[in-house]
T-cell receptor, first 111, second 112 residues
Framework: EDQVTQSPEALRLQEGESSSLNCSYT??????LFWYRQDPGKGPEFLFT???AGEEKEKERLKATLTKKESFLHITAPKPEDSATYLC????????????FGRGTSLIVHP | DAGVIQSPRHEVTEMGQEVTLRCKPI?????LFWYRQTMMRGLELLIY????????DSGMPEDRFSAKMPNASFSTLKIQPSEPRDSAVYFC??????????FGQGTRLTVV
């Protein structure tokens, strides 16, 4: 059974204080790993897809990286508007390609 | 494209009543997912359609829940009869060829 564990559950940062969120996964064969951002009262918003170990994707202050066992979402010099819950999901090879989601990391950035 | 559209945004109903949630996926997408999100359990997959055909409904809690996709541009999730434990936010998401899924804004369901 595919498993996704995100840590920490919650993270508080000061504006400008860089940090990383972790997504550890167990899957028989990885087809893709997705990162989403979810704001309160809204649906998850797609950020990145990573397909193979060593791959990196960047968007503004966010950079996602992937190894064979985990992915990191690095946040450089965060701003209060980066406050949100960040969700990770994995998609296994074969089968129905249904993504399995982690519980998310709730990030609060204080001004 | 306007993205995935869900209706209603909020629904308050009495226990025992029938509830129908609606979803219009992104045009051209061939996969559709219904998820339920609660604080306790996070985001749970209820059912997955591919090319309008239900492929995996193992997440549907019980027979009170049913979902249909009569065509590529519309899906419904029905709960009959509703119970207080069904209170949650229900999301519909669509994707193309098993790539990243795009979510709607969700329906917040409260059963009293």
């Amino acid at each position: 059974e595919d498993q996704v564990t995100q840590s920490p559950e919650a993270l508080r940062l000061q504006e400008g204080e860089s940090s990383s969120l972790n997504c550890s996964y167990t899957v028989s064969g990885l087809r893709g790993l997705f990162w989403y951002r979810q704001d309160p009262g809204k649906g998850p918003e797609f950020l990145f897809t990573l397909y193979s170990a060593g791959e990196e994707k960047e968007k503004e202050r966010l950079k996602a990286t992937l190894t064979k066992k985990e992915s990191f979402l690095h946040i450089t010099a965060p701003k209060p508007e980066d406050s949100a819950t960040y969700l990770c999901a994995v998609q296994a090879e074969g089968g129905s390609y249904i993504p399995t989601f982690g519980r998310g990391t709730s990030l609060i950035v204080h001004p | 494209d306007a993205g995935v559209i869900q209706s209603p945004r909020h629904e308050v109903t009495e226990m025992g009543q029938e509830v129908t949630l609606r979803c219009k996926p992104i045009s051209g997408h061939n996969s559709l997912f219904w998820y339920r999100q609660t604080m306790m359990r996070g985001l749970e997959l209820l059912i997955y359609f591919n090319n309008n055909v239900p492929i995996d409904d193992s997440g549907m809690p019980e027979d009170r829940f049913s979902a249909k996709m009569p065509n590529a541009s519309f899906s419904t999730l029905k709960i009959q009869p509703s119970e207080p434990r069904d209170s949650a936010v229900y999301f519909c998401a669509s994707s193309f060829s098993a790539r990243e899924a795009f979510f709607g804004q969700g329906t917040r369901l409260t059963v009293v």
